[in-house]
C-alpha cells in the first residue's frame, strides 16, 4: 500500500525520541569540528528547481576535505572532477545542501543541512590548496542543521569489516561498464586514460 501522507506514515513509524529532535543543532560545536577533522569523506545531495535529486561523493586527505570558517560556515572546496558539476549546477537553481561526513573505522556518521554558495574568491581557495594548487572553486555552507547519526545503518552494512570487503574482480572495471553502454567506448582505452588521471590530476 503506498504511503503518501504524514498521518499514514507515522501509523507505520512509531514517534521518534525526545532526543532525536532534541540533538539536532544549528551550528558546529566542537564535536562537530572534530568529526569534520578526522573525515576524509562525504557525500553531498542537492536537488535541481524541478526537484529531481543527486548524490556525489567527495574525498580528500582528514584535515583538507573541509575547513570550519565559524560555528556557522563550512567551507567545502571543489577539486578537479569530470567537469558534469551536476552538484553546482543544482546548487545554482536550488542552494540546500545535505551532507553526511564519514571516518573510517566510525559506524556514526554526522549529519549537516544548510545553504550553499558557490565561490571563486581567492581568500577562501588559496588556505584549501593540496600540493600547492587551490581547488576550482568552494562551496560556502551556512549551516542549519548537524547532528550525529546513529551507528544502525553501517553496523548493518559491515562497512568497515575486513571480511565484508568484496574481491574487485567480481565486478567489472569501470572502463569495461562504459564499453558495454556506450556503442564504440574502448574499455581499455577508457581504464588507462582514468588510471593517467587519478595519478596526474587530482588536484
Known amino acids: 500500500m503506498a504511503i503518501d501522507t504524514m498521518e499514514e506514515l507515522r501509523t507505520v513509524y512509531r514517534p521518534p525520541a525526545p532526543r532525536a529532535e532534541l540533538k539536532v543543532l544549528d551550528r558546529l560545536d566542537a564535536h562537530c569540528r572534530d568529526f ?10 542537492s536537488a535541481r528547481a524541478d ?3 543527486d548524490a556525489s561523493p567527495r574525498g580528500d586527505p582528514p584535515g583538507s576535505l573541509a575547513h570550519v570558517l565559524d560555528d556557522a560556515t563550512l567551507l567545502l572546496p571543489d577539486r578537479p572532477g569530470n567537469r558534469q558539476v551536476d552538484t553546482l549546477m543544482n546548487l545554482v537553481e536550488r542552494p540546500h545542501v545535505g551532507l553526511l561526513f564519514f571516518v573510517p573505522g566510525f559506524t556514526e556518521t554526522l549529519r549537516i543541512n544548510g545553504r550553499a554558495e558557490i565561490s571563486t574568491d581567492p581568500k577562501l581557495l588559496e588556505p584549501l590548496a593540496i600540493k600547492g594548487k587551490p581547488p576550482i572553486s568552494v562551496l560556502k555552507v551556512t ?5 550525529l547519526h546513529c551507528a544502525k545503518a553501517l553496523i548493518r552494512a559491515r562497512l568497515w569489516d575486513p571480511s565484508a570487503q568484496v574481491e574487485r574482480s567480481c565486478y567489472p572495471t569501470y572502463g569495461q561498464v562504459l564499453a558495454d553502454q556506450l556503442e564504440g567506448a574502448d574499455a581499455r582505452q577508457i581504464d ?3 588510471a593517467e588521471s587519478a595519478r596526474t590530476e587530482l588536484y
Open 143 to 147: 549551516v542549519e542543521e548537524a547532528f
Open 192 to 194: 588507462d586514460g582514468e
Open 36 to 45: 569534520i577533522a578526522l573525515s576524509p569523506f562525504y557525500v553531498i545531495s
Open 51 to 53: 526537484g529531481c535529486a
